[in-house]
């Protein structure tokens, strides 16, 4: 009897024992599957690229996610953490798409393709569900080993999506160039965003690619976690050149496009500092200028917003046998044909969009707008300043030029230099504007008050804009820095349609397809294969409201 | 003390003035324009509304928002003027920039916007907003000159002339622009000529006798609820 109750009583112990681990396992489970719908989700449009190739990509962004602005980073990184390449894009709702250009030098090896949000970077380890994509050096004669991720829980394993997507194909068998039309069918679903892709399979990076889930930290200490609006943030560090302490002088910044743009920050005393530039397409040419005490000479260093992976990766080395190593090889030489015939589409480096955020100069409207133009040829500016600039001193007194512009307001002249510009550049020696001729200028701004931006003050403003827009004067200066910055990237879409010059020339393109699927009912697509022959692969992928990913795919023989 | 003494004076000599420059000087979402200005006893007495600095805030038309400011409205000449706690001038800022500016009246909070009035020289015009709807009630704040017999004012000065704050009254329509209006049923109703008797009903089922701030913004609001506003 006592036997039969503890018997009853270590059952209903081993029960509850039981049903805990039961329940923990299921809230663990439930965890994992939602978490991606508080992360960026990066899609690539293949697993492998030849380096030198585009990489294209499309980020989801959740809901939650959008309070941290609308502009998306997105970095490839490699296998030991250093950044490759970074883009910053505008995300569009729940969607952010672009690409990245794989540098022609880069090292045969796995890769990782991260986003994440520039005010995420106070979260502690920000996690992201990115991609793994392998890269093939153009130049490598042989692959025979390639490293693989070992830490298996790091990759993500979609779930599969079969029962409720339907890729439908009006055709069972494939030849080289042939159309291959279909639908994918996604029917009643919980799906918050679907990507359908299409390219020839290359078996070794289709089986050890995939997604991943990854950890990453602010290495960069310093960048304030800023929510990028329609703009980027760029930051970097001042420091004293001769003896390499952080220096906190006064940096101003130029930025030249077809209207310049000014701004400045007051650095602390680690000399870090930040500019916001806002609604900068493509790659900006700044101008940095610490205004400087006497001879004392700078250094400035920008610091690259990315981020790190919170720990290593750890990899391992297997063998390419060598029906992979031929498609690989296959694969490097369809891309280097690829672009040759096809040429690079992606914009020019020069590129460069910046509309002035106040519609007017940073100095405000100027009180006189002169165009020597319009006057007799004058040989200098002691010339053109007397004869042209109304309520302008120009002082030539023991060799030293000084300026003085009249204060409208007081009726007297301000007692310091006003405000020096050239092509929008602050300028701090009379001497630049010395040996300009009237010629060599197409008009000149004069503010007669004194103007503030921000809490700097002008004692009047002299902006003379020169006909040639190069700014060579710049060259050689001292502490005037002068660097190329990519902005927010302009939108492009990849093409992966086939040469307009028909089958006169091969047509080796590995992908196809790279699109979201819209409609949550029958969604039609079509696209033509090229001369590469192999297994065709159709997948979608899916995130479900709950953040969960799914996959689904189907595999046609190219003939 | 001598460097940043050095310094200051280095800096003038740049065409640039930049002491008492501090982190909060760093403004990331962008920066305030305009123009420094020193007020004179007859500006400090007359012109400025309210009487001390009050607290508020301002939204440029580029969406750039500037909160925590000390603000004064110059009534005489209709601009903005605040001051600038790191550098510590006044200025007043850049008009053409101003999409809004609010600040505390005592209990009273007033948004004052900026408008376009569409006279020969398209004038920029701070007016406070009571109602914002289809039609929305907007007040012209402006220092009226009256002369006088010669006076000696509080400072001693003698004066021929006399300072008042008034309004004048205006109601907006994004179609119609600014149209001067007088706080009276009677205007009311010749505002919207083709709904006068619906008008003259519906005033009188509300027993809304229009002859203030008040009543004509409760007026406006009925003829909005009512479509009558067309």
């Given at each position: 009897m006592v036997g039969a109750s503890l018997n009853k009583e270590l059952m209903s112990r081993a029960f509850k024992i039981l049903f805990l681990v039961v329940m923990v396992c299921a809230g663990l489970k439930s965890m994992a599957q939602t978490t991606a719908n508080r992360e960026l989700v990066v899609f690539t449009d293949r697993d492998f690229c030849i380096s030198g190739d585009t990489l294209w990509l499309k980020a989801y962004v959740p809901k939650e996610l959008q309070r941290y602005g609308n502009i998306v980073h997105l970095q490839l990184e490699s296998q030991t953490g250093n950044l490759i390449a970074s883009r910053a894009v505008n995300c569009n709702n729940t969607q952010a798409e672009g690409f990245i250009a794989v540098p022609d030098s880069l090292q045969t090896g796995l890769y990782f393709v991260h986003a994440f949000f520039n005010a995420q970077r106070n979260n502690g380890v920000l996690k992201c569900t990115g991609r793994s994509v392998y890269v093939y050096n153009r130049f490598e004669e042989a692959i025979e080993r390639l490293p693989v991720v070992e830490d298996k829980a790091a990759v993500v394993t979609p779930e599969s999506a079969d029962n409720q997507i339907d890729i439908d194909l009006e055709d069972k068998n494939y030849r080289r160039r042939d159309e291959v039309k279909g639908s994918i069918n996604t029917g009643d679903n919980e799906f918050v965003y679907m990507v359908a892709s299409a390219r020839i399979i290359e078996p070794f990076s289709n089986k050890n690619s995939g997604f991943m889930r990854f950890g990453m930290k602010d290495r960069n200490t310093g960048i304030p976690p800023f929510p990028e609006e329609d703009g980027v943030l760029i930051s970097g560090s001042l420091s004293n050149r001769e003896t390499g302490d952080a220096a906190n002088n006064l940096v101003l910044l130029t930025v030249t496009g077809n209207e310049t743009y000014f701004d400045y920050y007051y650095p602390d005393s680690t000399g870090l500092f930040h500019f916001f530039l806002p609604d900068a397409r493509g790659n900006a040419n700044l101008i940095l200028q610490p205004l400087a005490v006497g001879d004392k000479q700078f250094d400035i260093k920008l610091t690259p917003n990315f981020m790190s992976a919170a720990e290593q990766l750890k990899f391992d080395s297997t063998f390419v046998n060598p029906k992979q190593a031929e498609i690989i090889e296959n694969s490097i030489k369809g891309t280097f044909f690829n672009k040759l015939f096809r040429g690079v589409s992606i914009?020019?480096?020069?590129?460069?969009?910046?509309?002035?955020?106040?519609?007017?100069?940073?100095?405000?409207?100027?009180?006189?707008?002169?165009?020597?133009?319009?006057?007799?040829?004058?040989?200098?500016?002691?010339?053109?300043?007397?004869?042209?600039?109304?309520?302008?001193?120009?002082?030539?007194?023991?060799?030293?030029?000084?300026?003085?512009?009249?204060?409208?307001?007081?009726?007297?002249?301000?007692?310091?230099?006003?405000?020096?510009?050239?092509?929008?550049?602050?300028?701090?020696?009379?001497?630049?504007?010395?040996?300009?001729?009237s010629t060599d200028i197409a008009s000149i701004d004069l503010v007669k008050s004194e103007r503030i931006f921000g809490d700097l003050r002008f004692k009047g403003v002299l902006m003379v804009s020169l006909n040639d827009k190069s700014n060579s004067w710049l060259a050689q200066q001292p502490n005037v820095f002068q660097l190329k910055v990519p902005c927010i990237e302009f939108p492009k879409q990849a093409n992966y349609s086939p040469n307009a010059e028909g089958r006169t020339?091969?047509?080796?393109?590995?992908?196809?397809?790279?699109?979201?699927?819209?409609?949550?009912?029958?969604?039609?697509?079509?696209?033509?294969?090229?001369?590469?022959?192999?297994?065709?692969?159709?997948?979608?992928?899916?995130?479900?409201?709950?953040?969960?990913?799914?996959?689904?795919?189907?595999?046609?023989?190219?003939? | 003390m001598g460097v940043l003494l050095a310094f200051v004076v280095q800096a003038q000599e740049m065409g640039i003035d930049?002491?008492?420059?501090?982190?909060?000087?760093?403004?990331?979402?962008?920066?305030?324009?305009?123009?420094?200005?020193?007020?004179?006893?007859?500006?400090?007495?007359?012109?400025?509304?309210?009487?001390?600095?009050?607290?508020?805030?301002?939204?440029?038309?580029?969406?750039?928002?500037?909160?925590?400011?000390?603000?004064?409205?110059?009534?005489?000449?209709?601009?903005?003027?605040?001051?600038?706690?790191?550098?510590?001038?006044?200025?007043?800022?850049?008009?053409?920039?101003?999409?809004?500016?609010?600040?505390?009246?005592?209990?009273?909070?007033?948004?004052?916007?900026?408008?376009?009035?569409?006279?020969?020289?398209?004038?920029?015009m701070y007016l406070e907003e009571l109602y914002k709807g289809t039609v929305s009630l907007m007040v012209n704040w402006y220092i009226y000159e009256q002369s006088v017999s010669p006076y000696k004012d509080k400072n001693g000065i003698t004066r021929a002339v006399e300072y008042h704050l008034r309004k004048d009254y205006y109601l907006y329509t994004e179609q119609d622009g600014l149209t001067k209006i007088r706080l009276s049923r009677a205007a009311l109703l010749s505002r919207f000529p083709e709904n006068q008797r619906q008008i003259r009903k519906l005033l009188r089922q509300n027993k809304l006798h229009v002859n203030n701030e008040f009543t004509m913004v409760n007026a406006l609001r009925l003829l909005a609820e009512n479509n009558l506003t067309e």
């Open positions: 914009r020019s480096k020069d590129d460069f969009e910046m509309p002035n955020p106040y519609g007017m100069p940073f100095y405000g409207q100027p009180d006189n707008h002169i165009v020597p133009e319009l006057f007799i040829d004058l040989p200098n500016f002691k010339e053109i300043s007397r004869e042209l600039l109304i309520g302008f001193q120009y002082r030539d007194r023991n060799d030293e030029v000084t300026f003085r512009m009249l204060d409208y307001g007081q009726d007297r002249f301000f007692d310091t230099e006003p405000l020096r510009l050239i092509n929008g550049i602050p300028v701090f020696k009379n001497s630049f504007f010395q040996d300009l001729q020339q091969p047509d080796t393109r590995w992908q196809f397809l790279n699109e979201v699927v819209d409609s949550n009912e029958k969604w039609p697509f079509s696209f033509q294969l090229s001369d590469v022959k192999g297994d065709l692969e159709i997948k979608v992928e899916a995130i479900s409201k709950s953040g969960k990913l799914y996959r689904t795919s189907k595999i046609i023989s190219v003939q | 930049t002491y008492e420059l501090n982190s909060e000087s760093n403004n990331l979402q962008g920066k305030m324009l305009g123009e420094v200005i020193t007020l004179d006893a007859e500006v400090n007495t007359y012109f400025l509304y309210p009487d001390d600095w009050v607290p508020g805030s301002l939204k440029f038309t580029n969406g750039n928002v500037f909160e925590d400011l000390r603000i004064r409205y110059q009534a005489f000449t209709d601009e903005l003027i605040t001051y600038n706690k790191n550098g510590r001038f006044l200025y007043q800022i850049e008009k053409e920039l101003v999409e809004s500016f609010t600040f505390q009246d005592g209990s009273q909070s007033r948004k004052f916007v900026r408008l376009t009035k569409n006279n020969n020289q398209q004038t920029n």
